[in-house]
């Protein structure tokens, strides 16, 4: 069974300023996606980003982009320019190629300070 | 705007009551999942269908069950509600099976008392 672990239950970061989270995750794998959500505090869940293990190249969306390290079964998510609307739950979550479930992590909670 | 829409948004129910937890999507998608969400735990698979009348096990089914009797809508049941139920219920559609992204629904906080 595939596992993702976030190690920050918390973070604080400055308006306009960078912040990263991190995401680990332990599957036999070979071909699969990973994503982050973010949850804010209206609840409404909505992809932020997604990453396919077959590319090489990290994804980016606007300010967010991602460090993947396919060995290391690490996949960061970087904010870039923090803005007071980035305040929200963000969750890493893994999904498999061949099965229709993902799995998450249990979050991350990052308030952008003014 | 395409939506997945939950029936309530909080909802407080007794111990030992039956409840229906409704979840509506307009997208004309093939899966439906139901997650549970606790702080510190993440968001748990309870239960997930591929198709009308298509259900299957997620992480932690016990204590529900679920319908789908239409593929527009996706139905969680506790048969005899406890405390322990207690908790953020959040469903999501994807478009086909192994289709990689969920549409989330804003939630029901069901409160057991």
């Known amino acids: 069974a595939q596992t993702v672990t976030q190690s920050q239950p918390e973070m604080s970061v400055q308006e306009a300023e960078t912040v990263t989270l991190s995401c680990t995750y332990d599957?036999?794998?070979?071909?699969?996606?990973l994503f982050w959500y973010k949850q804010p505090p209206s609840r409404q869940m909505i992809l932020v980003i997604r990453q396919e293990a077959y590319k090489q190249q990290n994804a980016t969306e606007n300010r967010f982009s991602v460090n993947f390290q396919k060995a290391a079964k690490s996949f960061s998510l970087k904010i870039s320019d923090s803005q007071l609307g980035d305040t929200a739950m963000y969750f890493c979550?893994?999904?498999?190629?061949?099965?229709?479930?993902?799995?998450f992590g249990d979050g991350t909670t990052l308030t952008v300070k003014p | 705007d395409v939506k997945v829409t939950q029936s309530s948004r909080y909802l407080v129910k007794r111990t030992g009551e039956k409840v229906f937890l409704e979840c509506v999507q307009d997208m004309d998608h093939e899966n439906m999942f139901w997650y549970r969400q606790d702080p510190g735990l993440g968001l748990r698979l309870i239960y997930f269908s591929y198709d009308v009348k298509m259900k299957e096990k997620g992480d932690i089914p016990e204590g529900y069950s679920v319908s789908r009797e239409k593929k527009e809508r996706f139905s969680l049941i506790l048969e005899s509600a406890s405390t322990n139920q207690t908790s953020m219920y959040l469903c999501?559609?994807?478009?086909?099976?192994?289709?990689?992204?969920?549409?989330f629904g804003s939630g029901t906080q069901l409160s057991v008392l």
């Open positions: 999501a559609s994807s478009p086909a099976r192994f289709h990689e992204k969920l549409l």
């Open positions: 599957t036999s794998e070979n071909n699969y996606y």
């Open positions: 979550a893994f999904k498999d190629t061949n099965a229709g479930k993902s799995t």
